[in-house]
Structures are given as C-alpha cells and as structure tokens.
C-alpha cells in the first residue's frame, strides 16, 4: 500500500484560509437562520457566544462554554485517525461559524441597535479567538487524517509515527488549555460588565 503522508507545508496556509472562510460562510447561514426562523435560544444553535445566563453563575457558564467548544475539538482530534475525517472537519468549521452568526443575529433581535456594544466586546473577541483556535484544530486533524486508521495502529507504529502522534497529541492539548483561558475570560468579562 503507498504510503500517505502528511499535507504539504505548502498547503498548510491555503488549508487555514479554506476553513477561515468556511467559518465565513457558516457566520452568514446562521444570521440568515436566526433571522429568518427566529428559534429560542438552544445552546447547540448559539454555542455560548451570546451572552445568554439563565440564572446560570460564573463557573457554570464557563463550564458550559467551554464543555461545547472542547467537544469540537475533541470530535476534530478523533476525526485525525481517519482518511475521511477531513470532510467531517470543514463540516465542524462551518457549525462553529453557524453559532457565531446566530449568536450575532439574536443580540441583533433581543437589543437593536444597543447590540453593537454587546457585540463589539462581548461577542466578537471571544469569536475570534474560539474560530483560530477552532482552524488550527481542525488544520492539525485534516493534515493527520492524510494517515490512514492503519498507520496509528500500534503495530504500524515507527519511530517517526510516535513522534507525530506525541505530537498530535500535545498540539490539542494546548489547543484545548487555550479553549479554557478563553472561556474563563469570556465568563468573567461578561459577568463583570453585563451580567
């Protein structure tokens, strides 16, 4: 069997743009969506990027926050085992623009034109944060899934292989100790000045 190694260097920045954009993409469908059909306020629809608290404390809503976006890392870091894992991760990337584009256009409907404030400091810097981190995540998954299930298989395990799952393998966990500093400054912003 040929052997399948990992995404060029090359493509990596492409790759990154790609799922910048998809994010994108995904930001318009979930504002035309919350427009448009105006659903309540579901946690898998908003993804905790509005300020949303119902009677939740700090902790909880930062537990929460934080609970929704490790599971798409987690989901991306399992789809890196698979060659088909890379269609699965530009699924994941435009999910996670979807709620950025809901939570953008429910603070809209909730607030009008008072919004904006809301958005600038409340919404946008966690946002932005949450999708690099969500891109590099899933750039790491889509450039590991190149691997065949086989090749991460112990008994298939070189050196080299070692290294690279090693590697894997920290790269999420700092990606997912990053996802916690985010969302405890997101908590603790949003209690402090709105809550």
């Keep these: 069997m040929k052997h399948i190694g ?93 709620g950025i584009g809901a939570s953008g256009a429910m603070m809209y409907t909730l607030h009008g034109t008072k919004a904006v404030m809301g958005m600038l400091f409340f919404v946008m810097p966690k946002a932005f944060f949450s999708i690099l981190v969500c891109a590099l995540a899933m750039r790491e998954a889509m450039k590991a899934s190149s691997y065949t299930l086989s090749g991460w298989m112990p008994e298939g395990f070189s050196e080299q292989r070692k290294t690279d799952f090693k590697l894997y393998c920290i790269k999420f966990f700092v990606l997912i100790i990053l996802l916690l500093i985010i969302s405890a400054v997101d908590a603790a912003i949003n209690f402090v000045f709105a809550g």
């Design 6 to 98: 990992y995404i060029k260097t090359k493509d990596v920045r492409p790759l990154f743009t790609k799922l910048l954009a998809l994010a994108a993409v995904g930001i318009a469908a979930g504002s035309v969506y919350q427009a448009v059909r105006s659903p309540g306020s579901s946690a898998w629809i908003h993804q905790y990027f509005a300020p949303i608290y119902k009677g939740t404390n700090l902790f909880e809503y930062m537990c929460r926050g934080f609970g929704i976006s490790s599971l798409f890392l987690i989901t991306a870091f399992f789809m890196g085992f698979f060659a088909l894992g890379q269609p699965v991760c530009y699924f994941l990337m435009a999910v996670r623009g979807f």
